[in-house]
């Protein structure tokens, strides 16, 4: 499509035109049909005319105005309709994702391995252990545990289940 880098702006517009006509998944509807209340229509479709644009240009101005009300009328339930397509969406990709998640349960008092990321100050290098411990679990919170180490020091925060390991 590009030949040189140098003249992308000048595809820019093309490439929003298919960007605001292709029907999104989440939607089940184009960005443009949700703004104006109708399909865009298409430059080859202003040179070789479809059915579509044969009919509009047979209408005189009181019917065209009248079928521009209606369409326009029409968009909050296109709207809505979206709306509803996406709930469905997102629901399916919850579903999903649900099935992957494993479920990590600690009890107080449990011995566990905390996880060390390249950006905590504990990280010395790619060649040493990817996990530091034993802790023992202090408390257990919804989303993470409070730690403490085997002497009886309390960890700072809180950590995520995600960066924990029996």
């Given amino acids: 499509m590009i030949d040189n880098y140098k003249n992308w702006h000048e595809q820019l517009p093309y490439a929003l035109l298919g960007y605001r006509t292709m029907t999104r998944t989440s939607t089940g509807a184009t960005p443009y049909l949700l703004v104006y209340g109708t399909e865009a229509v298409i430059p080859a479709e202003v040179e070789i005319p479809s059915l579509r644009i044969i009919q509009e240009a047979e209408l005189n101005d009181a019917e065209w105005v009248r079928n521009r009300y209606e369409q326009l009328a029409m968009i909050d339930e296109k709207r ?34 905390m996880r060390v990321f390249p950006h905590q100050e504990e990280y010395q290098g790619k060649f040493t252990p990817n996990w530091q411990g034993p802790y023992m679990d202090k408390k257990v919170l919804s989303g993470g545990v409070d730690l403490a180490k085997m002497d009886g020091q309390e960890w700072p925060k809180a950590i995520n289940a995600d960066a924990l390991k029996r």
């Fill in 80 to 113: 809505i309709v979206a709306v509803c397509h996406r709930q469905l969406y997102r629901q399916r990709m919850s579903r999903a994702f649900n099935k992957q998640v494993r479920a990590r349960l600690f009890q107080i008092g449990q011995l566990v391995l």
